[in-house]
């Protein structure tokens, strides 16, 4: 009788304990998926604050030279160098936006320190091919998260509908995630960025046109790594973010991690910039879209 009842006992033991084995995979793989979703908000901002600085200065994009509301809309936040508004006499040339050591908030909302190194090898939206490298290496956070390493987008052309083309490379790209982990964007494959002109008004002397412009982003593929364990992943529908919403307002991807457990990660739901973010399947709000 004792041993049946061992044997009963033995059983229950192994049926309780084998779904909490199952749940835990489930609950780190979730988390993982988070802090990538994480890495593509700190992207999309690092990004925006860059570019938003390029196009406020026609003689870097289009080689108009500087006008009287370009110099009015200069300030120390950043303090660029050399002095974009002069007359560029050779490629490649680097400008350092240095956001300062205690930080400051150049569109008024996010705070911003440390510095950015851009670095064009011709006039960025007038030539074919032209590559802008944009370099976080210098002790560079938004929003108190840390980003190190370079975007590089080369100009493809403007399309039919006057939005503005760009091959985007992500490599080796590092974000610091809530949990302290670093998540590494190793490589990605075929991607683009296009800057859409929502209003159809953009005009290269006026850099306020470009306040409404939103990018899409694909990649047929990204290799992440998380603390020595990789993900593989690929956007299943473009990318959208708003400059006004500080989470992507549409587009998924989905993958795997490397024991073969599915990720999928659906931005649509946060279409009216509510932070509210689909992950594996649970419907729930970033602290990082907020």
Same mark, same amino acid.
């Given at each position: 009788?004792?041993?049946?009842?061992?044997?009963?006992?033995?059983?229950?033991?192994?049926?309780?304990?084998?779904?909490?084995?199952?749940?835990?995979?489930?609950?780190?793989? =979730?988390?993982?998926?988070?802090?990538?979703?994480? =890495?593509?908000?700190?992207?999309?901002?690092?990004?925006?604050?860059?570019?938003?600085?390029?196009?406020?200065?026609?003689?870097?994009?289009?080689?108009? !030279?500087?006008?009287?509301?370009?110099?009015?809309?200069?300030?120390?936040?950043?303090?660029?160098?050399?002095?974009?508004?002069?007359?560029?006499?050779? &490629?490649?040339?680097? &400008? #350092?936006?240095?956001?300062?050591?205690?930080?400051?908030?150049?569109?008024?909302?996010?705070?911003? !320190?440390? !510095?950015?190194?851009?670095?064009?090898?011709?006039?960025?939206?007038?030539?074919? *091919? #032209?590559?802008?490298?944009?370099? &976080?290496?210098?002790?560079?956070?938004?929003?108190?998260?840390?980003?190190?390493?370079? /975007?590089?987008?080369?100009?493809?052309?403007?399309?039919?509908?006057?939005?503005?083309?760009?091959?985007?490379?992500?490599?080796?790209?590092?974000?610091?995630?809530?949990?302290?982990?670093? /998540?590494?964007?190793?490589? #990605?494959?075929?991607? !683009?960025?296009?800057?859409?002109?929502?209003?159809?008004?953009?005009?290269?002397?006026?850099?306020?046109?470009?306040?409404?412009?939103?990018?899409?982003? #694909?990649?047929?593929?990204?290799?992440?790594?998380?603390?020595?364990?990789?993900?593989?992943?690929?956007?299943?529908?473009?990318?959208?973010?708003?400059?006004?919403?500080?989470?992507?307002?549409?587009?998924?991807?989905? *993958?795997?991690?490397?024991?073969?457990?599915?990720?999928?990660?659906?931005?649509?739901?946060?279409?009216?910039?509510? *932070?509210?973010?689909?992950?594996?399947?649970?419907?729930?709000?970033?602290?990082?879209?907020?």
């Amino acid at each position: 009788m004792r041993k049946w009842m061992f044997f009963i006992l033995c059983t229950l033991v192994m049926a309780c304990s084998e779904p909490r084995i199952v749940q835990d995979i489930s609950v780190n793989t =979730h988390q993982e998926a988070e802090l990538i979703a994480e =890495h593509i908000i700190s992207t999309k901002a690092g990004l925006q604050i860059v570019l938003a600085e390029i196009f406020k200065y026609p003689n870097l994009h289009s080689g108009i !030279k500087s006008n009287q509301q370009e110099i009015d809309f200069r300030n120390d936040c950043p303090c660029i160098t050399p002095d974009p508004t002069q007359p560029i006499s050779s &490629y490649p040339i680097t &400008y #350092t936006l240095d956001f300062g050591g205690n930080g400051c908030m150049p569109d008024g909302i996010t705070e911003v !320190k440390g !510095k950015v190194d851009v670095t064009l090898d011709g006039l960025l939206c007038v030539s074919e *091919g #032209t590559v802008a490298k944009i370099d &976080y290496a210098n002790n560079f956070t938004i929003d108190g998260v840390d980003m190190d390493g370079c /975007i590089e987008l080369t100009f493809i052309k403007e399309n039919a509908d006057g939005n503005l083309c760009f091959d985007s490379d992500l490599a080796g790209l590092t974000v610091t995630g809530s949990n302290g982990s670093d /998540i590494v964007l190793k490589s #990605t494959s075929e991607g !683009k960025l296009t800057l859409v002109d929502a209003l159809g008004n953009n005009d290269p002397n006026d850099f306020t046109t470009f306040l409404d412009d939103y990018t899409c982003q #694909t990649y047929s593929s990204m290799d992440v790594c998380i603390e020595d364990e990789d993900f593989t992943l690929s956007t299943d529908s473009e990318l959208k973010t708003n400059p006004l919403c500080a989470c992507p307002v549409g587009g998924s991807l989905s *993958g795997m991690d490397s024991n073969g457990n599915p990720i999928i990660i659906d931005f649509s739901p946060n279409s009216s910039c509510s *932070g509210t973010v689909i992950i594996n399947g649970v419907t729930q709000t970033l602290d990082a879209c907020l």
